[in-house]
């Protein structure tokens, strides 16, 4: 028949123009984001043990991160995200084998100033050299303390080497 199709059309406006609206008026009323929304980055600093798996598997290097040792353990001092060259693909947050880099609900990133879209999540100043010293001494004390026990108890091991 000539004109069903824009008869089919018609129904279907006609239909949507009777059923209730779900427009939210965005400044005043927030929509409700689902748990595994991809927004803002958060990290939680304790928990990072700072081994680069995130720096590595994002595609982008979006992430640039500095480290510096201190008695055998890594301490992290700066963590930036340049935020413009990010896909969200969630890689980075992956591969974190502490579930230390995670997301947050908020998706209001964007800013007016171009030098305000790096997403700095910590910046630290390194430990001064007595601080790295003493923490050194105390991590050797330590050791040696291990190490003499080990001795004092007949020097075997529990894995039976």
């Not at 500095?66 to 930036?80: C, G, N, S």
């Not at 230390?100 to 007016?112: I, M, P, V």
Request: glycine share 6%.
């Amino acid at each position: 028949m000539f004109g069903s199709g824009l008869l089919k059309g018609l129904a279907i406006t006609w239909k949507e123009m009777l059923t209730p609206k779900v427009t939210i008026q965005y400044p005043d009323e927030i929509y409700s984001l689902p748990d595994r929304f991809h927004g803002r980055f958060k990290l939680d600093k304790d928990a990072c043990i700072s081994c680069g798996m995130c720096v590595r598997a994002c595609p982008n290097n979006v992430i640039k991160m500095e480290t510096e040792t201190v008695a055998r353990k890594k301490r992290l001092l700066k963590y930036v995200m340049d935020i413009k060259y990010c896909l969200f693909c969630g890689f980075c947050v992956e591969s974190c084998p502490k579930n230390a880099l995670g997301y947050e609900k908020d998706f209001e990133l964007a800013q007016y100033k171009l030098d305000k879209v790096p997403l700095v999540l910590v910046d630290e100043e390194p430990l001064p050299p007595e601080e790295k010293e003493r923490l050194e001494a105390e991590a050797a004390q330590k050791i040696a303390a291990a190490k003499a026990k080990k001795e004092a108890s007949g020097g075997k091991d529990k894995g039976g080497e």
